[in-house]
């Protein structure tokens, strides 16, 4: 197994500091379907989190600035925005946690990690590097022991990333736990002078980029939140419970997982604790054996959800008008930390 | 014996797809036009069936019984419903009067089934009685007949439960109605609402009888409910949730006290005090025998969010 690190003209050692990199955050920003809209909520972030803000030029981009620290926000995808800065990557991640936790109209883009896991295919890129991370403790009871895919952190530069993380999956050998956190792959030019990026891709919205064109940069920035906008509104419009033209409309979301973890009900108690990573808050009762019941407030939005959790499925009754971005965030938690193969079974 | 709200959910649950759950009207492409909606004939005859489902050239008149008796001329005055009426006063979308049907379903616990099939005697209306796995029915045949089969070849996987599609009625227990009460309102804190009232409660734990009330007349039950959930606001607002809200003076409508805390580890206590505050209102309200669970959270003192217990790589 080869390691290749990328050769795009950035110096050994400040690729991992960051300093050459420009960073970029993808955010849900809900409720900016319109221009005016926007504008009203950049403001009010704008105060919230001490930036100053100011229109940068171009339709629908704003830049916000605190002392050394400038970003530039692309608002002109509606509802899903571009966070940019050319920061150091420690000072860039604690501005951009400040920003998406000032508001509880904004979420972070979670990119499913099996849409990771394709996407540099999809774009026709090449995969260079790919990270898997899976942490079931968070929901374990730490007396019990661990299994060999209790937690699994790995990272892994190769000649064929793609084809290795195939091989690596098929092999089993981390059951139910290769949860793909990010993916680095290069698009564009073959050629070293060519027009390319490479971009890593992390989970939680957040990418790393280097190269020669930002605006091969930017057509995937733009497909990937196309996509995931999809995604989210399909949850919203399909299964989004409520009434439209005069009748009832929607249907539950199905989740099919196998629960690795031996205590459900130990389980059900963190997911709805408020705290991270699920950051839902809720009372879960017991239905019956093996069947719970939680009518949970999502803590990013305030969305109220219910949800029904058996050893083969979790239910969600999303009410129409609440954001689908809980249920794509939900989903994920459950692959970083419960089975990496949980999937819908109804999108 | 399920209650009426339990076989309410039963029968609107037919309507969606979940696990272990049949979904007969959901297949077979029924619509669910109002539940609990009072409909004002012509005449003045007033009816408010439970459900109104509608598909093809049928409607439903759905009423659930909790109990074996039948409710006084309940049924001679949904017998005579023409489709006419339900275009006109129930505003349904009925395009042919001449070859659309009316049809009255009582839907039942299984032991209530032949008592309430022989109160209907020679009328027309099919009994539909459910025993927790599967349906058996009486009285008229169903006009569809794929429904009345889809319906009798169901069966309930003994782990699925129906979704709380109306989450209490007025004759709920308040720890149900306080279980769904609560998160509305750590949702109006997280969200930073100002104030609140029991309409704005009300509206979301019962989204879908509330939008469809508001779409096609005055829902029968929902004065009933206002005034649980103005019950529930006011015993948490002077007990368990003292600290964080109150009623505005002369006003029917409540605000918070104080904001969750901005530091994310405060702010997580915070809501982690509201959950433990939660739990003890469910618990002190919780009767002998009632079908709800006990609250599950932590025991009192137990750190739920220790990172060094529980790291997260992120």
Not at chain 2, 275 to 289: E, W
Request: charged share 25%; net charge negative.
């Amino acid at each position: 197994m080869a390691a290749s690190r990328g050769g795009w003209g950035m110096p050994e050692g400040d690729e991992d500091l960051g300093r050459t990199m420009v960073k970029t955050y993808l955010i849900e920003a809900h409720g900016t379907d319109s221009d005016d809209a926007t504008l009203a909520r950049m403001g009010d972030l704008g105060r919230k989190v001490g930036f100053d803000f100011s229109a940068a030029g171009e339709p629908g981009l704003f830049r916000l600035k605190k002392d050394n620290l400038i970003f530039w926000c692309d608002t002109s995808t509606p509802r899903f925005w571009r966070l940019h800065t050319t920061a150091i990557v420690s000072v860039a991640d604690a501005a951009h946690d400040a920003i998406v936790s000032s508001a509880p109209w904004l979420d972070r883009v979670w990119v499913p990690p099996p849409y990771l896991e394709s996407l540099a295919d999809t774009v026709g890129g090449q995969m260079l590097t790919f990270s898997l991370s899976h942490n079931r403790r968070p929901l374990s009871d730490s007396d019990r022991p661990v299994t060999e895919s209790d937690f699994v952190t790995l990272r892994l530069w190769a000649s064929n990333a793609s084809q290795t993380l195939r091989k690596l999956r098929k092999a089993d050998v981390f059951p139910h736990a290769v949860s793909v956190r990010s993916v680095k792959f290069r698009s564009g030019a073959d050629e070293p002078d060519g027009e390319f990026c490479v971009a890593e891709y992390f989970h939680n919205g957040k990418i790393t980029v280097g190269g020669t064109s930002f605006d091969e940069h930017n057509r995937l920035l733009v497909k990937v939140l196309k996509d995931y906008g999809d995604l989210v509104r399909g949850f919203e419009d399909q299964y989004g419970i409520g009434v439209a033209g005069g009748a009832v409309v929607g249907q539950p979301i199905v989740l099919d997982l196998n629960w690795t973890v031996r205590d459900l009900e130990y389980a059900v108690q963190r997911i709805f604790a408020s705290s991270e990573p699920f950051r839902l808050w809720g009372i879960p009762t017991r239905v019956r054996d093996g069947h719970y019941r939680a009518r949970a407030v999502d803590l990013h939005v305030g969305g109220v959800l219910t949800f029904d959790i058996t050893r083969e499925h979790v239910v969600i009754q999303l009410p129409r008008g609440v954001c689908g971005n809980t249920v794509v965030r939900f989903l994920n938690n459950l692959q970083f930390h419960v089975n990496a193969d949980a999937h819908t079974a109804t999108a | 014996m399920l209650r009426h709200l339990d076989l309410l959910n039963v029968f609107l649950a037919l309507r969606f797809k979940q696990p272990g759950y049949p979904d007969c009207l959901s297949r077979l492409g029924y619509l669910v036009h109002s539940i609990g909606v009072t409909i004002l004939l012509g005449d003045g005859t007033r009816l408010a069936p439970d459900v109104v489902a509608q598909a093809h050239n049928l409607t439903l008149l759905t009423e659930v019984k909790g109990g074996k008796e039948l409710e006084g001329d309940q049924l001679a005055r949904m017998n005579r419903v023409t489709p006419a009426d339900l275009r006109e006063f129930a505003y349904l979308p009925i395009h042919d009067v001449s070859v659309h049907v009316v049809h009255v379903l009582y839907v039942c616990n299984e032991e209530s089934r032949e008592a309430l099939t022989a109160g209907i005697g020679v009328r027309r209306a099919t009994v539909a009685g459910f025993d927790g796995k599967r349906f058996r029915l009486s009285g008229t045949p169903l006009p569809d007949a794929a429904l009345a089969r889809c319906l009798e070849e169901a069966r309930v996987n003994e782990m699925a439960s129906p979704l709380t599609i109306v989450p209490f009625d007025d004759k709920s227990p308040e720890e149900e109605v306080a279980a769904f009460v609560v998160p509305e309102i750590i949702a109006g804190l997280v969200a930073g609402a100002g104030t609140f009232g029991p309409a704005d409660i009300l509206a979301s734990t019962h989204g879908v009888v509330h939008q469809l009330t508001q779409s096609t007349g005055s829902g029968s039950e929902r004065p009933a409910l206002l005034k649980r959930v103005k019950t529930t606001l006011e015993r948490l607002a002077t007990a368990e949730l003292a600290e964080w809200i109150e009623r505005v003076p002369k006003q029917p409508t409540y605000r918070f006290k104080q904001d969750l805390a901005l530091d994310p580890a405060r702010r997580t206590r915070d809501l982690q005090r509201l959950r433990a505050a939660t739990a003890r209102y469910l618990g002190s309200q919780q009767q002998p025998g009632t079908p709800v669970q006990l609250p599950l959270l932590f025991g009192a003192g137990e750190a739920e969010d220790d990172p060094d217990r529980k790291p997260d790589l992120e």
